[in-house]
């Protein structure tokens, strides 16, 4: 174990704290899943204080990698190349912060979605322990020190999100599933070729090891070694033009569900191409390949947002386009690009999973996220319309939020650039801010701002989620569990097929008043958001630090090498 450059005991005990954001949500996913649907109570409990742990180590880790440099943990105390090793310096530390926040909060949601519908046993069963295990991947992708770890921290997100895809069963989710599947175990296969690619070429996977092995290797190699990896890293970051599976896949799947894949699954594949092209490739060999990928993903991107009349999907599409905005920064391959695209990838996690939520917020308070069957939900409920108000102006741009900032900064960055491709994409991010700003000034004038319409949902409404049966009630009753303070049933006004539904893929209830525990955590995330801007002073200058130990390489080099 190393600590970098600081006090030796303060180095021993930050590395030690190293894989706990990957064993503590493993542990208690194995612990609930021995436990099953019994002791509700004690099992919210466990996975809310496993999360509320990986947190706090994960401020912990990123105090004493800001301070003391990159702190690594040899697995079994085996150095590389022979065994596992995890890294986490500033970059990885403040993604393990930001992700653990988002994923906190999201299991508050969920827990209280779970509740409001009386269906605690499948969210307790099944999604809690797939949940914990996503996490856990999510974590080991940001910490892993070498390429094979890397795939592996990808697989077990992968494996626990097809769960959470499909979770429920209904047509729409399972067809959504499917495509999600297909998807990336292709991608999985690319990785899993691509890293045989890079060990036969370099005899390492160890990412501390590859920049001197792969400096030496013929440019044709190390070019095919690169546009293998890059490749890979762009399916899962859903940038054009291999993003058209993402539209399809993430509005069907419960809101917390959506919204933790929309916050973080791509943003993972983001962090993968940041880390492979500036420890493993710096320059701008292939800048401009990335920077035409990413006025690509602008464009396309948006202009698909703008056509969206469902909420959901014109989230996703703006998910799309916004990766945009990252993809420039790590194409521009310059300090200033480098701090821009950390600082945006941290602020539009919290962003995009926080209108997510307002989104399956929305749909319980009124049955749909069509925007044209929506209306009148400023005066309905005028603390749902904050929640989406404001987060949407983030996204949008608007100053002084983050969203400005953080825009700003990568634009700045692109004219200081001077290149005729970054003139380009620095016209192509205006352009995008403010077709941003108008596809989100359509939603919030059709949903919040105009009268409300004859096909909205009245309170207490049943909406059927799952696809029709010919079990009549006494049968399906009979093999269903009972449900605690399940209301009357009603005709229902709408009928969907898989859109409103349940974590169980049940019917679900509208409500006039939304439910304390999802409120709350959709609040809070939205103050996350806003805390983005009023401390975007200290958060910039640790992305412009992380940036300059990104860049230089030596490091997190050297911290591999004296462990």
Partial sequence: MSGGAGPPAAAAVAAGLVPLPVILPLCAAGLKLAIGARLERVQRFISAAVLTAVLVVSLLLLVAADRHGPQVMFAGGWAPPVGIVLVADRLSALMLVISSSVTLCVLVYSVGQGMADNDETTPLSVFHPSYLVLVAGVSDTFLAGDLFNLY???????????????????????????????????????????????????????????????????DSVGMVIQIALLGVFAIKAAVFPMAAWLPDSYPTAPAPVTAVFAGLLTKVGVYAILRTQTLLFPGHRVGDVLMTLALLSLLVGILGAVAQTDLKRLLSFTLVSHMGYMVFGIGLATHGGISGAVFYVAHHITVQTTLFLVAGLIERRSGTTDLQSLGGLARLSPL???????????????????????????????????????????????????????????????????????EMCAAGTVLEGAEEDDTGPDEADSTRRPRRRRPPRRRPILTRSGGAATFGGQEITTSATLPLSMTAATGALVLFGLAFTVLAGPLFGLTDRAADELIARTPYVEAVREG
Avoid at 159 to 179: D, F, K, N
Avoid at 397 to 423: E, H, M, N, W
């Fill in 152 to 218: 592996v921290g990808f697989e077990l997100m992968l494996t626990a999100s097809y769960v959470l895809m499909t979770i429920g069963g209904t047509q729409a989710r399972i067809r959504a599933g499917a495509i999600y599947a297909i998807v990336s175990l292709l991608s999985s296969m690319l990785f899993l070729a691509a890293v045989a690619l890079v060990y036969a070429a370099a005899g390492t996977v160890t990412m501390a090891q590859l920049p001197a092995r792969l400096d030496a290797l013929p």
């Fill in 384 to 454: 749902l319309a904050v929640m989406f108000f404001v987060p949407a102006m983030n996204l949008a741009g608007i100053p002084p939020l983050s969203g400005f900032l953080g825009k700003l900064g990568l634009l700045r960055a692109g004219v200081a650039d001077g290149g005729a491709l970054a003139y380009v994409l620095v016209a192509g991010g205006t352009a995008t801010s403010l077709l941003t700003l108008y596809a989100l000034a359509k939603a919030w004038n059709l949903a919040f701002w105009r009268a409300p319409t004859p």
